[in-house]
């Protein structure tokens, strides 16, 4: 009997866990923000991928960009997910903040976070707000331009514009490739903890840990480097 | 050596604390740290004023009583022991040391540096345990084969003692590494599969209630944990409950 009480009550406390929980718990927040970083990483390859060939190929760039800028799947599909997981990313982020913060409400008169953790692991908040700010300087350089020149001034399809477009923010104007650079180092400082954190978060801790690690590092350094150098690249060479 | 003590002094949980400056003379560096709170409280009746209060039960190092945030570090400077393993040769004549209780909406204050941690024991009640029918049936746990390296695993979870050291170091006063030890010990062995579902479902919606903050991998319970409980039990536990919660 004493079996089939606890048999019971467990059945209740797991149907009401499921059904409310999954949305709910700290683990599934975890996860979500896990996930929607992968997917930004992802993102970030492929843009970075993109970006480069304007560094050897204004032709190629132009024509991959030309295809971004037109396909249906990609502006139909893929560009609302994608906004939707940034979006996703930075509102989860801040609620994580705001309930951390209330899970300790008098705070320590001394506290030696550097001996036990890194920088970019306590102020991944910090990091991630910089990034929101970047992202409206990009948006308001790149993004809001192209919908204006498509969707409201209509213009005619042209697969030659996206490079000179590109290249014109940058040559010149040393403000705006140093705001890049910053924001740029911004993001491999959030990408240094956040990367590699985002495996443990969704389950996966063995043998092969050690060298996703040693990878997430080397992309957490490299992308961003690259991006930097794509922009003083242009400015320099324009 | 002579040290200069700050400490939260606070009457009760719903008193405003504060922190007292205690000067102290004669301070050996085999003295433990206990030792040195001990001598304090001795000067304290004295002089007539009430004693320090802190947590302390084996004093080895083996039960999680003792607890105290010493210079921003749970259990001090050095990793891998508890307050009570710290000697006061780590510290120099002259020293400064702030001494204040662990940190988190989860463990009020009662009292100076004492806080309660019955938030742990309500995390354990809902699920850390396997239910054996004790009829006269019992079957002899030693013939219950049990891979090594599993075996090893679930041992070295269990060596949680459940001091709070990993929530205090946590910046966001996350009681996850705790509750990963107590699911991972059994998730590990056949006796605890049978409960497995509902055992990580409800033992970690008992840790949200309590008010603990969220895990953001910074490793610093890990690093602070007296008894080296690791990271891999976290990333158990998100895989234990992921697989219940989609079972459902």
Request: glycine residues 8%.
């Amino acid at each position: 009997m004493y079996l089939i009480n606890i048999k019971c009550t467990f059945g209740v406390n797991f149907k009401q866990i499921v059904m409310s929980g999954i949305s709910k718990t700290s683990i599934a927040r975890k996860f979500a923000m896990a996930l929607s970083g992968l997917f930004l990483v992802l993102f970030l390859a492929q843009h970075f991928t993109i970006n480069f060939t304007s560094v050897f190929s204004e032709d190629t760039f132009n024509e991959i960009s030309h295809f971004m800028g037109t396909n249906f799947l990609v502006q139909a599909v893929l560009q609302p997910v994608l906004i939707f997981g940034v979006v996703f990313h930075f509102i989860m982020g801040f609620i994580l903040e705001i309930q951390n913060n209330k899970a300790r409400v008098v705070k320590y008169k001394k506290y030696s976070g550097g001996a036990n953790s890194s920088w970019m692991s306590r102020n991944m908040i910090f990091s991630g707000a910089v990034i929101l700010l970047f992202l409206g300087l990009h948006f308001y350089d790149f993004w809001f331009p192209e919908i204006v020149h498509k969707y409201i001034e209509s213009h005619p399809e042209d697969a030659t514009r996206y490079y000179s477009e590109t290249v014109a923010k940058f040559a010149g104007d040393p403000i705006r490739t140093g705001l890049y650079a910053i924001s740029f180092i911004f993001l491999m400082l959030h990408l240094l903890h956040g990367f590699a954190s985002s495996f443990q978060s969704i389950g996966f801790n063995n043998k092969y840990s050690r060298a996703l690690t040693v990878f997430a590092k080397a992309f957490a350094v490299v992308i961003p480097l690259g991006f930097i150098f794509i922009a003083v690249f242009h400015y320099i060479n324009n | 050596m002579k040290l200069k003590l700050n400490i939260w002094r606070q009457e009760d949980a719903n008193a405003k604390g504060g922190f007292e400056t205690y000067d102290l003379d004669g301070i050996h560096g085999d003295m433990s740290f206990l030792e040195m709170l001990d001598i304090l409280n001795n000067e304290l009746v004295e002089k007539n004023v009430e004693p320090v209060e802190f947590d302390h039960d084996c004093r080895e190092g083996i039960c999680g009583m003792c607890s105290l945030q010493i210079n921003g570090e749970p259990h001090g400077p050095d990793k891998g022991i508890t307050t009570c393993q710290l000697h006061m040769r780590r510290f120099k004549d002259g020293d400064t040391i702030t001494i204040e209780p662990f940190r988190a909406k989860a463990f009020p204050v009662i009292r100076d540096l004492v806080v309660d941690r019955s938030s742990f024991d309500r995390i354990q009640h809902a699920g850390g345990y396997i239910s054996v029918n004790t009829s006269g049936n019992t079957q002899d746990a030693n013939s219950i084969p049990v891979e090594k390296e599993n075996a090893d695993l679930a041992f070295n979870a269990a060596t949680c003692i459940g001091c709070g050291a990993c929530v205090a170091a946590c910046k966001n006063a996350s009681a996850m590494l705790f509750t990963s030890a107590k699911v991972s010990q059994y998730a590990l062995l056949p006796q605890g599969e049978i409960e497995a579902t509902e055992r990580v479902l409800n033992m970690v919606h008992q840790m949200d209630n309590e008010g603990f903050g969220n895990c953001t991998n910074t490793g610093a319970c890990e690093l602070e944990c007296p008894k080296g409980i690791s990271l891999e039990n976290i990333a158990r536990m998100n895989r234990e409950y992921l697989s219940a919660s989609f079972k459902g």
